[in-house]
């Protein structure tokens, strides 16, 4: 009986601390990426995506803010395939969404993705996810695979020539494995995709946008 008490205590304890720790590991997500720099590469997307693109898929969804916060701007009657390997940021997400159907999110790899199931897509949107796949060069195919002819492709990447990202991911064990914007073009012209619009977003106000190369990239075969 003591033992059966202590077992039940010590996962009520494990249980109580882990739920704070998922907590605060999606409260720094949003503090230091959806809210200075993915929020901002959403309102420029909205800009770019057209009524047409009624099939999106946002890879990389995380938490579910930024998309949240951008989403009475998307095409009317669109339906979004929202995907992320993270589990603790998908339960925050689905929240978020849990009375908009439009929104239909999955905790799942890229990889996994194929036509098959999951049909194919008028946008795909690689939401400052790109860079953290371990293949990007097969992530792209794999993309471009999943793309309905005439569709774009996507890139909200936040670039740098410095050594800041290591800091940043000292401070918050967030890596946003930073590349060169010459080194991330050419991986996109080594492939068949297109480069059709680029930009580069700042705003005085956010610092973010000011330490690093924060860009939109739309991209089409």
């Known amino acids: 009986m003591i033992y059966s008490i202590a077992r039940n205590s010590f996962s009520a304890i494990y249980s109580t601390i882990k739920d704070v720790v998922d ?50 701007r998307f095409p009317i009657n669109c339906e979004i395939t929202a995907i992320d390997i993270n589990h603790n940021y998908l339960r925050k997400a689905s929240q978020l969404f849990k009375d908009k159907p439009q929104v239909k999110l999955y905790e799942l790899d890229f990889y996994q993705m194929n036509s098959e199931t999951y049909g194919t897509f008028d946008a795909i949107v690689f939401s400052s996810s790109f860079l953290l796949l371990n293949q990007p060069k097969e992530a792209l195919q794999l993309a471009i695979s999943l793309l309905k002819p ?36 050419k ?11 680029k930009q580069r977003l700042q705003k005085v106000t956010n610092i973010a946008t000011l330490l690093f190369k924060v860009f939109i990239y739309e991209t089409k075969i």
């Open 23 to 72: 907590y605060s590991s999606t409260t720094i997500y949003d503090m230091f990426i959806s809210h200075p720099i993915t929020s901002l590469t959403y309102e420029k997307l909205c800009e770019r995506l057209t009524g047409q693109q009624q099939r999106i898929l946002d890879v990389g969804v995380g938490t579910g803010v930024p998309l949240n916060q951008a989403l009475n």
């Open 187 to 197: 991986m996109i012209q080594q492939s068949q995709l297109k480069i059709n619009y």
């Open 150 to 185: 005439g569709g774009n492709i996507y890139f909200m990447v936040t670039l740098s020539d410095s050594h800041f990202g290591d800091t940043l991911k000292y401070i918050t064990s967030i890596d946003l494995h930073l590349q060169s914007e010459q080194e991330f073009e």
